[in-house]
């Protein structure tokens, strides 16, 4: 039986060569499908081989994005025609949105699959500079009218699915995104002997770091032999900046995996103070090492989250009650533990083999 061809478009920036998990999952695309793969390139590699062509980044860094996605339409109408894949896979509404106008440009009649990941509309309101909030409703009428012109749609939660029949579809198929976690897999590390709260994300609106900084301000006095980490960069660097100017915060602009691993083993809880939230791979990552959470019952959290068993939820842009929870786990040894552990049992249903996700995209484009 011949492999069915696909192109997997997306915003997803990668650098060749891979690591081991990356290869592994598209050595296990690769027994089922024929695969080809449009995206990003991250500085300093190669810009594409058999399998990738790779968009090196914008010399105008603030115009990256923009220009990705400005060009987007022709770099797939190209690859339409040179690959004549069966289906295009896209990452986002907004990939498929291209991806269509590219179909029509190469007139190619290939099956456009769109992925949701989380909420599309959190991009233009909860996320980058200002001006994206100008394209608002533009953006949300693309995203949707590409979501229903689409041919398939898959989701990888409850939430995302729900997104999805929220606009009169129902999606071809639900399981979770891949998620490159090799890191992180392995024995739980005991909790450290001080309280630790970590947060990994970027420093964007979405993730409301700025409403993490005002419920550590209540916090902090109340548990005063704990610290704050965060790891991550974005708009909302001042933040961050902040933080540890007043409160002794540390904080990583960006760390390798297995650093970002050992930073969840120096903590006893993650937390998750997002305003929305897609699959949130950084859960399913703590969950790995045995840590708890404090978060938010906004997007997928509650999904993957147990309030009482895996972590402890509040509602999002609730400083105080935030303030509590961090406050609840980082003064209780013994509590912190047992959401550890209630995390490390809550992994499995997020996790997937890469031969199991090829067979799931297999099904998916056929």
């Not at 290869?23 to 449009?38: P, S, T």
């Not at 690859?79 to 440009?105: G, K, N, S």
């Not at 949707?144 to 989701?155: E, P, Q, S």
């Not at 900046?241 to 007043?246: D, G, K, P």
Request: proline share 7%; aromatic share 6%.
């Amino acid at each position: 039986m011949s492999r069915p061809r696909v192109l997997f478009v997306g915003r997803t920036r990668y650098r060749l060569p891979l690591s081991r998990s990356l290869a592994q999952k598209f050595e296990a695309l690769g027994g089922e499908l024929d695969v080809r793969v449009l995206a990003s390139a991250l500085p300093g590699s190669a810009p594409g081989d058999r399998t990738f062509t790779l968009v090196p980044p914008f010399r105008v860094r603030r115009l990256d994005g923009l220009a990705f996605w400005l060009a987007l339409p022709s770099r797939t109408a190209r690859l339409l025609r040179e690959f004549r894949p069966d289906a295009v896979v896209c990452q986002t509404a907004y990939d498929a949105a291209a991806a269509l106008l590219a179909r029509r440009i190469a007139r190619v009649p290939a099956r456009i699959v769109v992925e949701v990941h989380g909420d599309w509309r959190t991009s233009t309101r909860l996320y980058g500079a200002s001006a994206r909030r100008l394209v608002g409703k533009l953006g949300d009428s693309v995203a949707a009218a590409a979501l229903r012109r689409a041919d398939a749609v898959r989701t990888v939660s409850p939430f995302t699915a729900g997104l999805v029949r929220e606009l009169g579809l129902e999606p071809a198929a639900d399981f979770p995104a891949f998620m490159d976690i090799e890191p992180f897999v392995g024995p739980a590390v005991p909790l450290p002997s001080e309280p630790a709260a970590l947060f990994v994300g970027v420093l964007e609106a979405y993730k409301n770091v700025d409403g993490l900084a005002r419920a550590w301000r209540l916090a902090a006095p109340r548990v005063p032999n704990a610290s704050l980490r965060l790891i991550g960069k974005g708009t909302r660097a001042d933040v961050a900046e902040a933080l540890v100017r007043e409160h002794g915060a540390r904080w990583d602009r960006e760390l390798p995996s297995g650093a970002v691993a050992a930073a969840l083993d120096d903590a006893w809880v993650l937390v998750l103070p997002s305003r929305s939230e897609g699959m949130g791979r950084v859960l399913v990552e703590a969950f790995c090492r045995g840590r708890g959470i404090v978060g938010t019952r906004a997007g997928s959290i509650p999904d993957l989250v147990a309030d009482g068993v895996s972590g402890v939820l509040v509602e999002p842009d609730d400083p105080a009650a935030l303030a509590d929870a961090l406050v609840r786990v980082l003064s209780d040894r013994a509590l912190a533990s047992q959401l550890g552990a209630g995390a490390r049992a809550a992994a499995g249903p997020w996790l997937q083999t890469p031969a199991e996700y090829a067979r799931r995209m297999r099904v998916l484009v056929t």
